[in-house]
């Protein structure tokens, strides 16, 4: 049943017509309640869009204005690079399976399917557009991890899959062997078999639908045992899928050890307290950078308090510095732009930085020209070792090798701080030329042998 898709699916179903009762103290409706910083429904449509969803089809229902006005607004913010599309359902009070009948009626081409209140990575995501449902039916994703600790064990709906295909579905279902995700590659004819093997009584929920498709041969499972997903349909379901996605999005897998065991663990609370203000990646980014030039002119002067102060700062601005990537995994607003600026600002703020320290040393440490060499020096193996970097990490990870220890922009920076501290700006200026040109040596070296 699964092969690629000849013709991508480019269509999603959301259901969000719920009021979200157990919810009520964080917002109501329940789609507009905000996760991270952002509402479900929002961060719903972000995240299939990231995988390639251009249409979207949103079921609506409890206070039905309300969330049609923010959509309208959302689309906006898409510059309407998106289409989106919204049914009301009179019924949405008799359970989401009426919510899921109202939007798969207009279909007219296979869709995925999925709750507003249901998060997912984007792995997750291309999973299920990988697979083409039965003919009239569906399929349904699956997680085969039956201590998921994002799942509430006792409230997540169970299901019993055999040879591909779901056996049983529910709640109550006390042998398993696997949890219903929430996300689903439907059929456009799904609409029609549900009629033909369903009584309009019968239609109060999706697992409902899913066991009579079940039953007609019409529903098969998508088996997963990784990937992020969680169900935020209560307080408690909000702190755990809060903590394990702040754990997934706190670093990157090249991060330095400075980064990984002092940065990134300060960065990720600064970064959870920003997700909840209007704040964007790029502004962060602009005052990591202004911190950084505000240390460089502090690290230019002849003051061992100005040039702590300098190192303090510098620091202060490479932890920032991680928070504008976090938000922007974290609200789902990564662009080919923001993480092109944010290099862009490294690199100037590296080169000024170093400018500043240079300055100090050639003209205040008695050092003159030679003062100025060794600052060039540092320089540039700083600014190659950044320029290097990108390559150098990709084909590490092409050839699935791991690095022990990693030389980067978090450990310059470090340097500059205990540099700062205990008033070592010659001895800072040696060891950046010294490490990062050797390291630049060291990684040409190894390509060319691996060549």
Known sequence: MANNMDKKVKTALILAAGRGSRLSARGTPKPLTPFLG???????????????????VIVTGY?????????SKLRRKFNHDIEIVTVFNSHWEKGNGTSFLAGAEIMDEDFILAM???????????????????????????????????????DATKVVVKSGRIEKIGKNLTNFNSYDTGLFACSKDVFNTIQTVMKDNEIDSVSKIVEKLAQANKAI????????WADLDDKNAFKRAEKALLMLIRGKSHDGPVA??????????????????PVTPNQISLFSFMLALSAAFMLSKDSYFWFAAGGLIAQLASIIDGCDGEIARMKWQQTEYGAWLDAVLDRYADAFLIAGVTWHVANYNMMGNLGWLIGILALAGSLINSYTADK???????????????????????????????YRPVEL???????????????????????
């Not at 499972?221 to 992020?228: D, P, V, Y």
């Not at 990709?394 to 501290?421: E, T």
């Open 38 to 56: 952002v509402p479900l429904i929002e961060r719903s449509i972000r995240a299939f869009h990231a995988a390639g969803i251009q249409k979207f």
């Open 63 to 71: 206070k039905d204005q309300l969330v049609r006005d923010f959509l």
């Open 116 to 154: 507003c209140d249901h998060i997912f990575s984007k792995d997750i995501i291309e999973k299920v557009l990988s697979f083409v449902p039965p003919k009239g039916g569906l399929a349904l994703l699956v997680d085969t991890r039956i201590k998921n600790p994002v799942i509430d064990q006792g």
């Open 221 to 228: 499972a998508i088996e997963t045992s990784k990937g992020f």
């Open 260 to 277: 990984r065991l002092l940065n990134r663990p300060i960065s990720i609370r600064l970064s959870t307290l920003l997700a909840r203000t």
């Open 392 to 422: 150098y990490d990709g084909w590490m990870k092409r050839r699935k090798k791991k690095q022990r220890f990693r030389l980067g922009r978090d450990v310059r920076i470090f340097l500059v701080f205990l540099s700062g501290i205990f």
């Open 429 to 451: 200026l040696i060891m950046l030329a010294g490490i990062m040109n050797t390291e630049n040596i060291r990684r040409m070296w190894q390509l060319k042998s691996a060549a």
